[in-house]
């Protein structure tokens, strides 16, 4: 018998164990009642499959001192300081901690819900689920990172939990979590773990020595959590991808996914880590242009003009890079510029040809363009060199396309990420 029997009872009667949720190698997560509180929780108890067993009456055996196990269950016990200590809307809380059995357990709010592995098997996520739900394990990361100094080493959808009522996304099982230096060293001299086989990136395997102990090893396994959340596979070993030349790219776009969906997991995944996307929030700012809200004015605006826009806009949300190119010859402000000079030439000679136009009634094509400026920013704001009198559709396509011909330009997807004399 290696798990605990739905019935028993621990901490004295406090808590009494419903049934099994899942036993990885260093241990057991239960379903439990606080009896006292009339409250669900997870308990999770330290239990080393390979060397551990358990006696009829629940205690554990081959927890000596100075064993294997005696060193990792102390690992285990710092697991529960750490995670008690981080308090973040994304991350699952620790609520108690206590020695039982001859081992030691923590006890973690209980998230009804599944966890991503078990959601994605009976759901088809759209791009934009599975990248909202991306942003928010990225959140998480990027409290660990930048609050706690804590890589999480073992980030998959198997450690993300999916809450039923309303999607909220919690990271669990800290087991493998290690806090890291400025000099991208460990912290303590123990072997990190090696994760999950394609969640893992090659530097973790190989221990992150000389620096390499970074957020970056956490940033792998996410792009490789959103590569899973999108196409419904695993993604190959980190040093098999290595040597598939766009393998990434190949995958996301045969599924339908977006350019540039594909850029953001392409540059996560990077199998260099100098190349990779180097930090939690720097992956929420890539990310946060596919998801960007349609601002309040612009809807209203579009609503009031023309309510195709609206959707459009919504479906082809911007990216700010795109704010810093400039388009002399044709952006709008020299084109007011012109006409401020030019302004007494036309009241001279213009004025007759203008009341001319209006009275025909047939510019409504710049009438629409400067509506739809008006209310963009400047990404958008090719849309005034259109001389067609192209629907906003053609519009939301041309910043589309200009936005994935700049990503491109920016992070090229070829062979750059992953070069000929590259270590990987
Ligand atoms: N706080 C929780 N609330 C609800 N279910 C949980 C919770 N923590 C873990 N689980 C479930 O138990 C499974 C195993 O837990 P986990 O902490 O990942 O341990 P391990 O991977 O070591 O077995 C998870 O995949 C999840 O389904
Ligand atoms: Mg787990």
Redesign the pocket.
């Known amino acids: 018998m290696s798990q605990l029997k739905p019935g028993s009872r621990l901490r004295g009667g406090t808590y009494f164990i419903n049934k099994v ?9 239960y ?1 439990a009642e606080h009896t006292i509180l009339h409250k669900t ?2 308990i ?1 108890e330290f239990f080393m499959k390979e060397l551990n067993s358990r006696a009829e009456d629940g205690s554990i055996t081959g927890m000596t001192d100075g064993s294997l196990s005696f060193k990792y269950a102390e690992k285990f016990r710092k697991e529960a300081a750490n995670l008690a200590r981080m308090k973040h809307p994304n991350i ?1 809380e620790v609520t108690d901690a206590f020695e039982d059995n001859g081992t030691c357990y923590y006890v ?8 991503l ?2 959601y994605i098997r009976s759901h088809r996520l759209s791009e934009n689920e599975a990248v909202s739900i991306a942003r928010d394990i990225a959140n998480a990361l990027q409290y660990m990172h930048e609050q706690h100094r804590m890589l999480h080493l ?1 980030l998959k959808p ?2 993300v ?1 999916r809450r039923r009522s309303d999607g909220h996304i ?1 990271l ?2 800290f ?1 493998l979590s290690k806090h890291y230096s400025n000099g991208g060293q460990p912290e303590t001299s123990t072997t990190i773990g090696l994760g999950t086989p394609g969640y893992a990136p090659i530097e973790q395997g190989n221990q992150a020595k000389d620096g390499d102990f970074r957020p970056t090893i956490d940033i792998y396994a996410l792009g490789a959590t959103l590569f899973k959340l999108l196409t419904g596979n695993t993604p190959p070993n980190a040093s098999e991808i290595a040597f598939k030349k766009d393998y990434i790219q190949n995958e996301l776009t045969s599924k339908g996914m977006s350019t540039r969906v594909t850029v953001v997991v392409s540059n996560a995944m990077a199998a260099d880590p100098s190349m990779r996307t180097a930090t939690a929030r720097d992956f929420i700012s890539q990310l946060s242009s596919l998801i960007a809200p349609v601002k309040q004015e612009e809807t209203q605006t579009f609503v009031n003009q023309e309510s195709t826009r609206t959707s459009v806009k919504k479906e082809e949300p911007r990216t700010s890079v795109k704010k810093e190119e400039t388009h002399p010859k044709n952006n709008n402000d020299d084109n007011s510029g012109c006409w401020g000079g030019c302004w007494n030439i036309i009241l001279l000679f213009a004025l007759p040809l203008i009341f001319a136009i209006i009275a025909s009634n047939v510019d409504s094509c710049s009438s629409n363009n400067a509506v739809y400026d008006e209310a963009a920013d400047s990404t958008s704001a090719e849309c005034v060199v259109e001389d067609s009198c192209a629907a906003v559709d053609t519009c939301a396509a041309v910043i589309c396309t200009d936005t994935i011909d700049f990503l491109e330009e920016a992070h090229p997807a070829d062979s750059a990420y992953y070069p000929a004399d590259s270590a990987y």
């Open positions: 949720l899942g036993q990885g190698s260093f241990g057991i997560t379903m929780v997870a999770k699952v973690m709010d209980f998230v009804e819900g599944e966890n592995n078990d073992d198997g450690n939990m919690f669990i099982d087991g």
